[in-house]
């Protein structure tokens, strides 16, 4: 057998892509809109590791996709960008001066050399780079349209902090509560962030996926995140503030809330509020300076500094024992005018509902816990049986309470005029009453957090705004946009990227680029100096692609009313919630502007599986496993490796990558090749077999229709591995012959070239026709040809087989069940019983149903 010559063929044919320019995309008006795909890749962050075996895996689908559609007459965008600004080119500067731009550079040429090895047909005349100041002009543009309809505000956040390197730290740089370069204790340190108004947009956002052709998973991941939930904001008076805690539970208040202080939470079971025994502030909590009384204010001060130096995740963990402080001030509960104890606790946080909450430890687990903690009293005010007599009240400290929590729903108890009835009553009956007595009301809440969107890096786009004391005094707001004349706000060319030690970012100290001169009154301004974080870059890439060389507009409506939205989009499900809601609320927001054609950006998404090391564990450096691409090309050529990539499994699932397995692919390649100088020198009308095959030339045609037939519907679906293993089929076969005609080896090249397309183009050339053989149409099959004389019927009795029969695969349905019902096995089972129904799948299956 001939050994396939990869590494001759293989840069030929992408020397010759590159020159002919194949594959580029051109806005064709004679393409029906049902004629047209757009197929988009997640494009990657080109890091200077390059890419490693699991990279391509999408990138291959994609591409087999794209190729059979051009053949299938479609006209089709594929293009490929990288997004290319990130903390990682940063830190390289601070370690070695060099600029992030240069290193990015380098990266991307090494990606895009490594992409083009593989052969992938994508339009390199649309390749972005989010880095690029032509590129980030517009996402520069898109924020200032968002600030235009309020939704970016500045407010302060806090951050997480390394004292040490003195420098803000992204999420992914703390492991385990210490920074990831130095080692020391991560703090959390308040500072003035820009902050996205995601939130305005979470409603439309959640019912917006119910439409969306993705994995139901990444739906639920999306759903989780926005996580809805209804319930009602209640309002707690504060004891001791005037008009506050000495208003009856009967009265009614005002529409707006009289002088006082107040406590306002969100909670989904308003049914328990007579349950409520304590209350909690995060440490964050505005009210916590006003409300802590002098006897408490030491303790409560200490708290909030340990508290500082917590992340998040910490604060939350379910495992770790609750911690907190009294506040020494009282809060009314509304329902029953008892005053119950405010305490300051870092399990609640300030991003979550209003930062605080009416704690009902006999019914919340955390709350339970804290209880126990601190000796508070727990009130069982749901019972899991309607109540059989008189109420009795009950109320526990926990070491006496009811020995666990009850979170289901059930019978109101101790519960004054609402005991006895179910949870579902309950809840709208007490809204009902907060609403009528102003002390609450029906609410809609979401897990949903704001879009902090400022970094304090460098490396970023820079926002375009300026901050004018005099603006601020004449016109009320400092805040002033730069005019698109003035963009792109291009990043200032420095030799430092050093932290500043104060948590702003390097560009606070280039005084030269931060003092400047207000576009509104022109008096002295300072630019702002924090930057967009990398996934602005890529909330709006795919619609760049579209026209990628405006200077005008980020991208020609005409040129987006002919390709959006994206028909495919393939990457991985770490891009579940995050990349995935950004670009959806960004789209929504344009789509609001009368900007883009649909309210939605990606039509059907899907997640290719991650490909394990050798070892079976995920590829990272640190493991030692692994492999990269570059090698596997040189040893074996990029058709076996895209053809093996496809071959693993199914491209939703994980799986391991196994050297070896190239072999068994290399081997397939080496017999096409084979075959191929075979068909090359034999006569059209040569389609004699040779030697004692089991099938004659009747059979192979058959088995061609059927190899066309499942490949074309494998590929049609993604089910790449399938596809491949009925090529191999239908090739033994040929390989049988000793001269093959062409009218059953062309439109096998013709397929072969979607997934193996170097080889598939060489084969096609040597077969005497000039042009690409992605210029070809795909082949058909005749669907009398592709299917089987006989086929083999299974019979079976209530669901279990009991015997089988060949017959013609026409065979009518009648015939079919006559036959089933005189087959011995099922006249065991049926011997004596009433048969129910019959059901029968053609060519493949009868069942007979009977009364047991």
């Given amino acids: ?103 990015t550079r380098a990266n991307i040429a090494k990606f895009r050399s490594q992409i083009r090895a593989l052969g992938f047909s994508y339009d390199w005349d649309r390749e972005v780079d989010t880095s690029d100041p032509a590129y980030y002009k517009w996402t520069q543009w898109i924020f200032l349209k968002l600030f235009e309809k309020g939704l970016a505000y500045e407010a302060e956040s806090p951050i997480n902090f390394c004292p040490s390197c003195k420098t803000g730290l992204a999420n992914e740089e703390v492991k385990d509560g210490l920074c990831e370069r130095c080692g020391t204790r991560v703090t959390r340190k308040r500072i003035r962030q820009w902050i996205l108004r995601i939130t305005a947009y979470a409603e439309r956002l959640l019912s917006g996926l119910d439409d969306l052709d993705w994995p139901e998973p990444v739906k639920i991941m999306q759903r989780n995140w926005i996580g809805r939930s209804e319930g009602a904001n209640v309002t707690f008076a504060i004891d001791g503030y005037e008009n506050s805690g000495a208003v009856s539970p009967q009265a009614k208040l005002p529409h707006e809330k009289p002088e006082g202080l107040f406590i306002e939470v969100y909670t989904t079971r308003p049914d328990t509020l ?8 995060a440490p964050e909590h505005p009210l916590v300076a006003t409300i802590t009384t002098a006897e408490q204010k030491a303790a409560v001060e200490a708290y909030l500094d340990a508290s500082a130096k917590k992340s998040d995740l910490e604060r939350t963990d379910l495992a770790r024992e609750k911690t907190g402080v ?252 995050l990349h995935l809601l950004y670009s959806r609320f960004w789209h929504k927001v344009l789509y609001d502007l009368g900007l883009v054609n649909t309210d939605e950006p990606f039509r059907r998404l ?87 095959l089991p099938s004659g030339p009747k059979e192979l045609v058959s088995l061609l229709h059927k190899t066309v037939k499942k490949v074309s519907r494998d590929t049609e679906s993604l089910d790449f591995n399938t596809a491949i293993s009925q090529m191999m089929i239908y090739s033994v076969e040929l390989a049988k012959l000793d001269r093959v005609p062409l009218s059953l080896w062309e439109p096998l090249v013709i397929m072969l070239s979607a997934y193996a397309p170097h080889l598939g183009e060489e084969l096609w050339k040597n077969l005497g026709h000039g042009e690409s053989v992605s210029k070809a149409a795909w082949p058909a099959w005749d669907e009398k040809l592709a299917r089987d004389e006989e086929a083999v019927i299974v019979v079976q009795v209530n669901g279990k087989i009991r015997d089988k029969f060949t017959a013609r695969a026409e065979t009518e349905k009648e015939v079919l069940e006559k036959t089933a019902l005189g087959m011995p096995g099922v006249l065991k089972w049926t011997a004596g019983k009433s048969i129910v129904k019959i059901v029968t799948v053609p060519g493949r299956l009868v069942n007979i149903v009977v009364k047991p």
């Fill in 606 to 692: 899907v997640n290719q599986g991650m490909i394990l090391g050798e070892d079976n564990q995920k590829m990272s450096k640190s493991r030692g496993n692994v492999i990269n691409p570059d090698d596997i090309i040189h040893e074996y050529g990029a058709d076996s490796m895209r053809v093996y990539e496809m071959f693993m499994g199914p491209l939703e699932v994980t799986k391991p990558w196994l050297t070896s397995g190239l072999v068994g692919v290399s081997r397939f390649l080496d017999r096409l090749w084979t075959i191929g100088e075979k068909a090359a020198s034999s006569p059209e009308d040569s389609a004699v077999p040779s030697g004692d």
């Fill in 274 to 281: 007579f349950g409520a025994t304590y209350m909690v502030l």
């Fill in 1 to 103: 057998m001939a050994k396939y010559p990869f590494a001759e063929i293989e840069p030929k044919w992408q020397k010759y892509w590159e020159e002919h320019k194949t594959f580029r995309a051109v806005e064709d008006p004679s393409f029906s809109r049902e004629k047209r795909r757009y197929v988009l890749d997640m494009f990657p962050y080109p890091s200077a590791q390059g890419l490693h075996v699991g990279h391509p895996e999408g990138y291959t689908a994609t591409d087999i996709y794209c190729r059979y559609l051009r053949m299938k007459g479609f006209n089709v965008l594929h293009p490929m960008g990288f997004d290319a600004f990130g903390l990682p080119a940063e830190n390289y500067a601070i370690k070695t001066g060099t600029h992030p731009a240069a290193t």
């Fill in 326 to 577: 009294f506040s020494g001030a009282y809060a009314v509960n509304p329902v029953n005018g008892k005053k119950i104890p405010v305490w300051i606790a870092d399990y609640v946080l300030i991003s979550y509902g209003t930062g605080a909450i009416m704690a009902v430890p006999a019914h919340d687990g955390r709350d339970w816990d804290f209880a126990k903690a601190f000796n508070l009293p727990v009130l069982q005010v749901v019972s899991p049986t309607p109540p059989g007599g008189a109420e009795t009240a009950r109320t526990e400290t926990p070491d006496e309470g009811p020995g666990g929590v009850s979170t289901e729903d059930g019978w109101a108890v101790n519960s004054g005029e609402f005991s006895g009835l179910p949870t579902s009553e309950v809840k709208e009956k007490i809204i009902a009453w907060l609403t009528e007595r102003g002390r609450g009301k029906r609410a809609v809440n979401y897990k949903l957090r704001d879009w902090i969107f400022s970094r304090q890096r460098y490396w970023g786009e820079p926002i375009p705004l300026v901050h004018c004391r005099r603006c601020g005094a004449e016109y009320g707001s400092p805040i002033v946009p730069l005019p698109e004349s003035e963009l792109p706000l291009r990043l200032p060319e420095t030799s430092s990227y050093a932290p500043t030690g104060t948590g702003e970012s390097p560009l606070s100290l280039i005084d030269g680029w931060v003092n400047t001169v207000c576009p509104r009154c022109g008096g002295p301004a300072k630019r702002e100096t924090n930057t967009m974080p990398q996934w602005a870059g890529s909330c709006w890439y795919y619609l760049r692609y579209l026209d990628n060389t405006n200077g005008k507009a980020f991208a020609a409506r005409d040129n987006i009313d002919y390709w959006a939205p994206v028909d495919l989009y393939v990457g991985g499900v770490e891009h579940a919630v």
